[in-house]
T-cell receptor, first 109, second 113 residues
């Protein structure tokens, strides 16, 4: 059974204070690792897809990296509008997305 | 805006009732997925359809069923509703099923009283 564990559960940062979110996973036959951002009461918004260890992707202040056991979402100089819950999910050989419980990020002005 | 639409936005109903949630995928996407998100369970995969045919089943109760129509829109039917069915229900779509990214709709908030 595929499993995803995200840490920390919650993170409070000052504006401009860089940090990283962790996503540890076990999966049978990784087909992709996905990062989403979710605002309260809204649908998850796609951020990145990573397919193989060593891959990195960037978008504005966000950078996602992937190893064989975990993925990191690095947030550089965050702004209050980056506050949201960040979800990690894996797609394995069962071809079903398995989500972690998310990291709730709050960026204080 | 992901391009995935869901109706209604909110639904309030009573225990024992039946409701239907509707989803229209992004233009060109053939695959539709349904998810349930509750406070204590997180995002749980329910069922997937590809071009009208059921492709995968997750943690979907027997009281729940879904279908995908020839125009590719999908409906999720929830019957004999219980208090515990109160949740956000999301639809997602992708071009294919292999490794394609899933794009999520805005969700339907179901409240069972």
């Amino acid at each position: 059974e595929d499993q995803v564990t995200q840490s920390p559960e919650a993170l409070r940062l000052q504006e401009g204070e860089s940090s990283s979110l962790n996503c540890s996973y076990t999966v049978s036959g990784l087909r992709g690792l996905f990062w989403y951002r979710q605002d309260p009461g809204k649908g998850p918004e796609f951020l990145f897809t990573l397919y193989s260890a060593g891959e990195e992707k960037e978008k504005e202040r966000l950078k996602a990296t992937l190893t064989k056991k975990e993925s990191f979402l690095h947030i550089t100089a965050p702004k209050p509008e980056d506050s949201a819950t960040y979800l990690c999910a894996v797609l394995g050989s069962a071809r079903q997305l398995t989500f972690g419980s998310g990291t709730q990020l709050t960026v204080l002005p | 805006d992901s391009g995935v639409t869901q109706t209604p936005k909110h639904l309030i109903t009573a225990t024992g009732q039946r409701v239907t949630l509707r989803c229209s995928p992004r233009s060109g996407d053939l695959s539709v997925y349904w998810y349930q998100q509750s406070l204590d369970q997180g995002l749980q995969f329910l069922i997937q359809y590809y071009n009208g045919e059921e492709r995968a089943k997750g943690n979907i109760l027997e009281r729940f069923s879904a279908q995908q129509f020839p125009d590719l829109h999908s409906e999720l039917n929830l019957s004999s509703l219980e208090l515990g069915d109160s949740a956000l229900y999301f639809c997602a779509s992708s071009v294919d099923v292999a490794t394609d990214t899933q794009y999520f709709g805005p969700g339907t908030r179901l409240t069972v009283l």
